[in-house]
T-cell receptor, first 113, second 114 residues
Framework: AQSVTQLGSHVSVSEGALVLLRCNYS??????LFWYVQYPNQGLQLLLK??????LVKGINGFEAEFKKSETSFHLTKPSAHMSDAAEYFC???????????FGKGTRLSVIA | GAGVSQSPRYKVAKRGQDVALRCDPI?????LFWYQQALGQGPEFLTY????????KSGLPSDRFFAERPEGSVSTLKIQRTQQEDSAVYLC????????????FGEGSWLTVV
C-alpha cells in the first residue's frame, strides 16, 4: 500500500527565507507525486507534480520539488517565502495502476514578517 | 463549468438525518473522486468513478455512505442516519484521465452533525 509522511505538522519561516517542506513516500511501484496547497476555507490547488522524466519539477508561485528515488523523498522548496505563501500544504502519491491519490497529513506553513 | 462545483457549501444536519452532497465536475472529465477531510487532517479517499462506473469504493467508512454518478457527469454522495463522526469537509475532484493526470478539487461541502 502507498503512504505519505510529511515531517513537521507546522513550519514557520521569516519572509524572504527559504521554505523547505518535507515529504517521504512509500510505494511498491514507480510513483506519481504531487504537492497541493490549501488556503483557508478553499479546496486544494495543484502546485506541481512528478510523473516521469526530469526529477526536478517546477510549479506555480516559485515552488519546486525534486524526486529522489534513493531517498523516497519529494521535498518542496521555495527560495524566498512571501506572506501569501501561508497555507496548508499536502503531499500526495499515486501510481500507474490507477490507484487514487493518497495524501499526507499536511504541513501548515506560517510566514512571519 | 470552469471548475469543480459542489453544493451545498455548508450543511448542518441533526444526528440521524440523511444528507446529500452534490458534485458537478469539470465538463468532459472522465474520472471523479470523493474525499473526506476531517479538521486538521489530510484528505482521505472515499470512492472513485470512471464515467458512470464506480470502480473503487474501498474508502467508504460504512454502509451509511453511498455515492452515485448515473449519467457519468454529476455525482451525489449520500450519507444516511448521520453521526457526529461524519462531521468533515467532503471534497469532490475530477480529472480528464486517470493516473498521472492533474486532479482538480472543488471547494468542498462542510458538514456539521449536531
Amino acid at each position: 500500500a502507498q503512504s505519505v509522511t510529511q515531517l513537521g505538522s507546522h513550519v514557520s519561516v521569516s519572509e524572504g527565507a527559504l521554505v523547505l517542506l518535507r515529504c517521504n513516500y512509500s510505494s511498491s511501484v514507480p510513483p506519481y507525486l504531487f504537492w497541493y496547497v490549501q488556503y483557508p476555507n478553499q479546496g486544494l490547488q495543484l502546485l506541481l507534480k512528478y510523473t516521469t522524466g526530469a526529477t526536478l519539477v517546477k510549479g506555480i508561485n516559485g515552488f519546486e520539488a525534486e524526486f529522489k528515488k534513493s531517498e523516497t523523498s519529494f521535498h518542496l522548496t521555495k527560495p524566498s517565502a512571501h506572506m501569501s505563501d501561508a497555507a496548508e500544504y499536502f503531499c500526495a502519491v499515486s501510481d500507474q495502476r490507477n490507484t487514487p491519490l493518497v495524501f499526507g497529513k499536511g504541513t501548515r506553513l506560517s510566514v512571519i514578517a | 463549468g470552469a471548475g469543480v462545483s459542489q453544493s451545498p457549501r455548508y450543511k448542518v444536519a441533526k444526528r440521524g438525518q440523511d444528507v446529500a452532497l452534490r458534485c458537478d465536475p469539470i465538463s468532459g472529465h472522465v474520472s471523479l473522486f470523493w474525499y473526506q477531510q476531517a479538521l486538521g487532517q489530510g484528505p482521505e479517499f472515499l470512492t472513485y468513478f470512471q464515467n458512470e462506473a464506480q470502480l473503487d469504493k474501498s474508502g467508504l467508512p460504512s454502509d451509511r455512505f453511498f455515492a452515485e454518478r448515473p449519467e457519468g457527469s454529476v455525482s451525489t454522495l449520500k450519507i444516511q442516519r448521520t453521526q457526529q463522526e461524519d462531521s468533515a469537509v467532503y471534497l469532490c475532484a475530477s480529472s480528464f484521465g486517470t493516473s498521472g493526470n492533474t486532479i482538480y478539487f472543488g471547494e468542498g461541502s462542510w458538514l456539521t452533525v449536531v
